[in-house]
């Protein structure tokens, strides 16, 4: 279920936050993996935190589940610091999924479900068949429905879900965010981390980070904006690519037809006289996906 289909998405007042930072810094020695971000997301809403790898998105989660201290700034979980028993009211499901390899599903659940000292919830219809093998011999998909059904035992108030669909197909994908919108719909906050710009239409609203600085926030249209972008048509699609590139135009390849971002078409026909390729310019709408290439590149 998208975030339109849900209404449009959580409007929550600005005052209710389930996760906040305020200026929130991170440096590991001279690196600083995360600078200055200031974010929240309410009860209900489902907030996508994009950004290629490397942006700061995992330290950032980290500093929100108290498990990494911020270098400044300040952290709040459901109004105070994260310490132990706000943390018991957080879910987390990790990029590596959080469970132990040697055990099996059912083990997997009975133990983390024993932690929070909650029954252990039997496993779905869908894993039940799975239910007594070791999490190693499992599809990456199965595993990962698994690590949902685990971060979610306790009846969490948070989700943090780290690269949930990574690695999975089509199908698996489409019934993880299913059980994030369960979850939102129970009024859960959510903070989903991604880089794939195809997910960002799942939220109701938009964090972009990019070098460890949040670059921009809100929705699809808001953060898309008045970005301008090119549709290049040519059979030497390489070339093109190539020279476009060597003169420092955003520019990005769809399967073999290239887009150019921010960039005037008089421009790019310029650039492509002057490699000697025949192509046509054309104004496109922009993506998602060029407008975080125009402002990672600022």
């Known amino acids: 279920m998208s975030a339109g289909a849900r209404g449009g998405g959580a409007t929550a007042p600005a005052d ?3 996760l906040r930072a305020r200026a929130v810094t991170r440096r590991f020695g001279s690196f600083i993996a995360v600078e200055d971000v200031t974010m929240r997301v ?5 907030v996508g935190l994009l950004g290629a790898n490397g942006a700061g998105k995992t330290t950032l989660i980290r500093m929100l589940l108290g498990l990494l201290a911020t270098s400044s700034g300040e952290i709040q979980v459901l109004g105070g610091r994260p310490d132990r028993s706000r943390r ?3 879910g987390y499901v990790p990029q590596n999924l959080g469970l132990y390899r040697d055990l099996t599903i059912a083990e997997n659940l009975a133990f983390i ?5 909650v029954p252990a919830p039997r496993p779905p219809d869908d894993l039940l068949p799975f239910a007594d093998a070791q999490i190693r011999s499992l599809s990456l998909g199965i595993a990962r429905r698994a690590a949902f059904v685990a971060a979610l035992a306790h009846q969490p108030q948070v989700l943090l879900a780290d690269e949930p669909t990574s690695g999975v197909d089509a199908l698996t994908s489409a019934g993880l965010w299913d059980t994030i919108h369960d ?3 129970r009024d859960v906050a959510v903070l989903v981390t991604t880089h794939n710009m195809q997910e960002a239409h799942q939220c109701d609203r938009l964090l972009l980070m990019a070098g460890g600085r949040l670059v921009a926030q809100g929705s699809v249209r808001d953060i898309v904006g008045d970005t301008a972008a090119s549709a290049v048509r040519t059979d030497d699609w390489s070339a093109a690519f190539a020279a476009l590139n060597a003169a420092g135009i955003p520019v990005m390849l769809d399967g073999r037809a290239v887009r150019v971002a921010d960039t005037a078409p008089e421009a790019v026909e310029r650039v492509l006289r002057a490699a000697g390729i025949r192509a046509s310019v054309e104004p496109v709408p922009a993506t998602i996906e060029e407008r975080m290439l125009v402002l990672a590149r600022s």
């Open 183 to 185: 979850q939102a719909d």
């Open 88 to 90: 018991r009211r957080l």
């Open 42 to 46: 309410a009860p209900g809403e489902i």
């Open 113 to 117: 479900a024993g932690v929070y000292g």
């Open 16 to 18: 209710v936050a389930a």
